[in-house]
């Protein structure tokens, strides 16, 4: 590891929290509109946000792409400004993390930070605008998906779980339930928390009702001969969203794969470990939040270390979706941005 990236993680990453209070005191001295504005509870989140400002900031130099942090403040400003925290506060956050860097010396004197500073703030300079919904309700089971949604929503877990499962005695395949209920459902439901619609509470019940309805499915999915290849997939170390790499290894199951999912907060080690004893066709793992990047990356690199090329490495979620290639800068073997994608990706790369 190179100075500047050492530089990185020592000055900003591992003392995120720390800077983040100090940050925090001088944005309230430069606004102390603020003081009145916040409450406790609120400044506690606010340094708690000030802190993921720095972790993503370290994970978007650390693979030398700004449009990640472009992305991710453009994505916090959503948050912020659905809060009522108006995006002028954002901006001036931003630049005195740029300036307390500076007067620290937490970067290595050659390493040039103002590209990403200039992502970030760019991206605040369009015209604020909440995201669009998640569910087309004129898409072929887009009527189906907004009944669960507001069934879901509305607390009625048993509703929304037959619902799911009559349409499916009713002749509705199960991969369409997946990809075309279930998935733009909870990517709605993030939405919605995203903008202040629903609560972190509301966001994880409708998240285990899903997780339910996965589970109630099992005995429908897998009567499928093997087609004797093995596939592992995990969430990497603290990434806690499971719900896309769970549907990712069950369409692998589905297409015969013989399938190991080793879900959320996965320690590299671990996945590592497993790879070496497993010795799968292919390994699929998933980073939803952009600060878990470069643990994926260290992922893939122990895995070539046990078991070399002979196993291949698909990645997918969100920062790949964002930066085209990226996973290509991993040494990943291919990225896809679906389940199915997934599988036929895969399956290309065994050659089969």
């Known amino acids: 590891m190179n100075q500047a990236m050492l530089s990185i993680l020592d000055g900003i990453k591992f003392n995120a929290p720390t800077h983040a209070r100090r940050i925090f005191d001088i944005q309230l001295a430069n606004q102390p509109e ?4 916040y409450d406790e509870r609120q400044r506690r989140l606010s340094i708690e946000d000030i802190e993921y400002h720095l972790q993503f900031l370290a994970e978007a130099m650390m693979v030398g792409k700004p449009e990640l942090y472009g992305d991710y403040m453009a994505w916090t400003r959503v948050v912020l400004e659905s809060r009522n925290v108006p995006t002028k506060y954002l901006k001036s956050n931003i630049k005195i993390i740029d300036h307390y860097i500076d007067q ?3 970067l290595s004197g050659d390493f040039d930070k103002r590209i990403f500073f200039d992502a970030a703030l760019r991206a605040l300079e369009v015209p604020y605008q909440e ?3 998640h569910i087309d309700f004129d898409a072929n089971h887009g009527q189906l998906a907004k009944s669960y949604l507001e069934l879901v929503l509305g607390g009625f877990r048993k509703a929304a779980i037959q619902l799911i499962m009559d349409a499916v005695e009713g002749g509705i395949p199960i991969k369409d339930v997946l990809l075309e209920v279930l998935q733009p459902v909870q990517h709605e439901i993030g939405r919605l928390w995203q903008v202040n619609e629903i609560s972190v509470a ?10 339910q309805v996965i589970a109630m499915l099992y005995p429908r999915m897998f009567d499928v001969p093997s087609n004797g290849l093995k596939m592992i997939g995990a969430s990497v170390d603290a990434e ?5 790499i769970r549907m990712v290894t069950d369409f692998f199951e589905m297409e015969g794969w013989e399938t190991t999912y080793l879900g959320a907060r996965t320690p590299v080690q671990s996945i590592i470990a497993m790879v070496e004893e497993e010795k799968p066709d292919v390994v699929a793992l998933s980073a939803t939040m952009m600060d878990h990047v470069t643990t994926i990356k260290r992922t893939i690199a122990g895995i070539r270390e046990v078991v070399g090329r002979d196993t ?16 290509q800068e991993l040494d990943a073997d291919g990225y896809s941005n679906s389940a199915t994608g997934a599988v036929e990706l895969g399956r290309k790369l065994v050659g089969r």
């Open 34 to 37: 603020l003081d009145e504005m």
């Open 240 to 244: 806690l969203h499971e719900m896309g």
């Open 312 to 327: 291949k490495v698909i990645v997918g979620g969100y920062p790949f979706n964002v930066v085209p290639g990226l996973w």
């Open 104 to 106: 620290e010396g937490l």
């Open 131 to 133: 995201p669009p919904a």
């Open 202 to 211: 509301k966001e994880h019940y409708c998240t285990a009702i899903a997780q």
